[in-house]
């Protein structure tokens, strides 16, 4: 099956710095990748997501891209700020027509301080 | 985008009760259900998924028996925890997804304390 891996950790960044998280993933059939926001004991927000015929995505301060050959996305948040402190995941699924399972990373813990 | 609800947001319960969680598609038909779990700091792990209308498929190491999973409508899904032990205490959620849209909707999640 599928595996995620996410890096870093945790991230501190100062007030209106960039953030970058990375994830690779292991199946080459994924073709969807979200990215997802998560406060504590709060439900997963989707904040980006990109498919394999995109190399990259940006709104606003959130870009994602995405290596097919090397499988692996990125996370990119510009300008942050305190309310960007969360928790975001990166995911990879196969998009089929009887399913998508989710493969969710270990997790990013972001801390914009001020 | 669309909702998906989930109750109840927080269980206490002694050892040895059954717990059942419901998740609802308020304005659309969700074809797939999905449980996840979700310990303190860390990612969420699938547990099950099921299609309206037929059995779970349940993950590896999840055992069937104990995660009872009934998805009987294109808008409900349940998910009961049978005799809960102090270590099913987690945090329960349920994302939707209907079969034309990849994305997943998610409910508001289950903080379940088994006592």
């Known amino acids: 099956g599928e595996n995620v891996e996410q890096h870093p950790s945790t991230l501190s960044v100062q007030e209106g710095d960039s953030a970058v998280i990375k994830c690779t993933y292991s199946?080459?059939?994924?073709?969807?990748f979200p990215w997802y926001k998560q406060e504590l004991g709060k439900r997963p927000q989707l904040i980006i997501d990109i498919r394999s015929n995109v190399g990259e995505k940006k709104d606003q301060r959130i870009a994602v891209t995405l290596n097919k050959t090397a499988k692996h996305f990125s996370l990119h948040i510009t300008e942050t700020q305190p309310e960007d402190s969360a928790v975001y995941f990166c995911?990879?699924?196969?998009?089929?027509?009887?399913?998508?399972?989710?493969?969710f990373g270990t997790g990013t813990q972001l801390k914009v301080e001020l | 985008g669309a909702v998906v609800s989930q109750h109840p947001s927080r269980v206490i319960c002694k050892s040895g009760t059954s717990v059942k969680i419901e998740c609802r598609s308020l304005?659309?038909?969700?074809?797939?259900m999905f449980w996840y779990r979700q310990f303190p700091k860390q990612s969420l792990m699938l547990m099950a998924t099921s299609n309206e209308g037929s059995k779970a498929t349940y993950e590896q190491g999840v055992e069937k028996d104990k995660f009872l999973i009934n998805h009987a409508s294109l808008t409900l899904s349940t998910l009961t925890v049978t005799s809960a032990h102090p270590e099913d205490s987690s945090f329960y959620i349920c994302?939707?997804?209907?079969?034309?849209?990849?994305?997943?909707?998610f409910g508001s999640g289950t903080q379940l304390s088994v006592l």
């Open positions: 994302s939707a997804r209907v079969r034309t849209m990849e994305k997943l909707f």
């Open positions: 199946d080459s059939a994924s073709n969807y």
């Open positions: 304005d659309f038909q969700a074809t797939t």
């Open positions: 995911a990879a699924s196969e998009i089929t027509g009887g399913g998508n399972k989710l493969t």
